[in-house]
């Protein structure tokens, strides 16, 4: 068995709370002639219109900062939500463009993506993400030697371990379907979702479980939500009562991504700080 991760002034464990603020683009990634339907397209809009106001306030009672993926072509079509994340001082990643897929891509077609997404962020919000999270979780096979490359301190796409681990050059703060709220909640006919949507408190009382185990091997949960999910309001009334929780136990360093990756350069060996 390996040493449990040192996490920060002795700290059992450690939360990342992220949303991937996917919009229309997840849904544009399958087919772009989902354009054209626009229940489906405003299904995805609840996400930067309602749910991420809510989920700011949510976070801001709570003196959270939570890190936020963002796909190119998200920052682009709603640059003021985009905005206002940056502006409450959350950490903005790099999503991809239009969440395309990156498998079979070759290296120049993936590194055409990972740039247009730095220009829309730039442009959209002024920031220079640091971290990167595949869209599915599907990294391609040319994506951590570019993000190397291009200077990123982090990527966030894998599973292999319970808490961060480094993967060349960079940090991997490592990820679990089971903190995914698309496989509790998400549902559109023929689409996505088996139409069997949970409770909100019976998500919650399954991350805590989780949690509480990742607790015990000193591991790192990365709750990986989505505004247009998460942000409805019996479901951030959850996520409201399990960051609290999560703060009354007090043994578990609820940071973003970034911060993740910053102390995990300090203490892996081989990392660039
Ligand atoms: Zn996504």
Redesign the pocket.
């Known amino acids: 068995m390996t040493a449990p991760f040192p996490w920060p002034e002795g700290r059992r464990a450690a939360v990342a709370v992220t949303f991937?603020v996917?919009a229309e683009s997840?849904m544009l990634a399958i087919d772009p002639a989902l354009a054209e339907r626009p229940s489906l397209m405003s299904h995805q809009r609840y996400g930067p219109v309602t749910g991420v106001p809510r989920l700011l306030a949510l976070l801001a009672e709570r003196d959270l900062r939570a890190t936020f993926?963002v796909?190119g072509a998200t920052a682009e079509r709603h640059p003021d939500a985009v905005r206002a994340i940056a502006e409450a001082g959350h950490e903005i990643g790099h999503?991809g463009f239009e969440?395309e897929s990156l498998l079979g891509r070759s290296r120049e077609e993936e590194l055409e993506i990972l740039r247009r997404g730095l220009d829309a962020l730039e442009r959209a919000a002024g920031v220079r993400p640091r971290g990167y999270?595949a869209?599915?979780w599907e990294l391609g096979a040319h994506t951590l030697a570019l993000l190397e490359e291009l200077g990123f301190a982090y990527d966030s796409s894998l599973f292999e371990r319970d808490a961060p681990y480094r993967v060349g050059g960079i940090v991997e703060i490592p990820v679990s379907w089971a903190f995914d709220d698309w496989e509790r909640y998400a549902f559109w006919p023929e689409i996505t979702g088996s139409g069997v949507i949970a409770r909100p408190s019976e998500v919650l009382e399954a991350w805590w479980e989780e949690i509480d185990a990742l607790a015990e091997v000193g591991g790192c949960a990365v709750l990986t939500m989505?505004p247009f999910l998460s942000g409805r309001p019996a479901r951030a009334r959850a996520l409201g009562a399990l960051l609290d929780r999560i703060l009354d136990r007090g043994d578990v360093w609820v940071a973003t991504c970034g911060e993740i990756a910053d102390h995990a350069a300090r203490v892996l060996p081989g990392v660039s700080p």
């Open positions: 991937d996917d997840v993926f796909p999503h969440h999270r869209p599915w989505h």
